[in-house]
Structure formats: C-alpha cells, structure tokens
Nanobody, 124 residues
Framework: QVQLLESGGGSVQSGGSLRLTCEGSGYTYSTDTMAWFRQAPGKEREAVAAIDRDGDTNYADDVKGRFTISRGDSRNTIYLQMDNLKPEDTAVYYC??????????????????WGQGTQVTVSS
C-alpha cells in the first residue's frame, strides 16, 4: 500500500524556520518527481517546490531563496527546509509523489499519490 507521511509542521514566529519531512513507502518514488504543495484556508492547493530523480528542483516564485527541497539517502524521503517564514506561508503542507516531468511540476492533477498534510502556522 502506497503511503506518504508528512511531519515537521508547527507554529513559529515570522522569520523563523521549520523543516518538513515526507517519508514514502510502498512505491519506488525515486523514479518520479516528488513535490510539496500547500493549501491555505479558502484558497486552492498550490505548488511550492518539486524535485526529480536527478535532483533538479523548481520553486514557486514566492518561496525562492527561502525554501529548499531535497531528497534523503533512501530516495523515498524528501525534505522542505523553510527559512525566513512569513505569515502568508501559513497553510497545510502536502507531500505529493509519482508526478510529472519537472517542466510541468506545478500541475496538481498530475501527481498520483498524496500525504495527509501537516499544518504550518506563522505568526507576525
């Protein structure tokens, strides 16, 4: 059974840092794009960052320079290091796997597996 388990969410003040972890099982994720999405209350789920099997990455414009996506040694684990957090980063963050080529990484419907999400709250 395919599972994606996110962890590392929490509450921080503006300017703080958090590191999210997504551990996958039941699937060979290392061959596909994995990504982080987020959904704030009343808004659609949006792409944050993605990484492909070669380690190439892409980021949403509003997180470039602040967030870093990486893969773990197991290749089925990805991380999202979030620095200089802002109140507008508050959202539920979701891990996604079995995604499209990196050139269309932002297309939510192209990902086949999703985690349950982890809450990130940034206060001003």
């Amino acid at each position: 059974q395919v599972q994606l388990l996110e962890s590392g969410g929490g509450s921080v003040q503006s300017g703080g840092s958090l590191r999210l972890t997504c551990e996958g099982s039941g699937y060979t994720y290392s061959t596909d794009t994995m990504a982080w999405f987020r959904q704030a209350p009343g808004k659609e789920r949006e792409a944050v960052a993605a990484i492909d099997r070669d380690g190439d990455t892409n980021y949403a414009d509003d997180v470039k320079g602040r967030f870093t996506i990486s893969r773990g040694d197991s290749r089925n684990t990805i991380y999202l290091q979030m620095d200089n957090l802002k109140p507008e980063d508050t959202a539920v963050y979701y891990c996604a796997a079995d995604g499209p080529p990196l050139w269309k990484w932002w297309l939510r419907l192209e990902y086949n597996y999703w985690g349950q999400g982890t809450q990130v709250t940034v206060s001003s």
